[in-house]
């Protein structure tokens, strides 16, 4: 994915929403106007993006962690 360096939050418009596959974290497909980040997550493989209220701006790393994950590796 060409933008798979991107930190900041990007708006659907209807090229992404046609392009980019479900959000891996609530399995709902983007819809225009939603923010999306690319993130980090439990999933197989790199970054996906997933809907901007579902992830975690991680400073340390300096990417953007998807909730779930985010969660459960400060629960350790
Ligand atoms: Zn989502």
């Known amino acids: ?3 798979a360096k991107a930190t900041a939050p990007i708006i659907m418009d209807l090229e992404r929403v046609n392009r980019t596959p ?3 974290s609530c399995n709902h497909p983007f819809s225009l106007g939603d923010s999306a980040v690319l993130a980090c997550g439990l ?3 790199g970054p996906r993006y997933v809907h901007a209220n579902e992830a975690v701006w991680d400073p340390k790393s300096g990417t953007y962690v998807e909730r779930a994950c985010w969660n459960s590796q400060r629960g350790k």
């Open 43 to 45: 999933w197989e493989g």
């Open 22 to 24: 479900p959000c891996p």
């Open 1 to 3: 994915m060409a933008e």
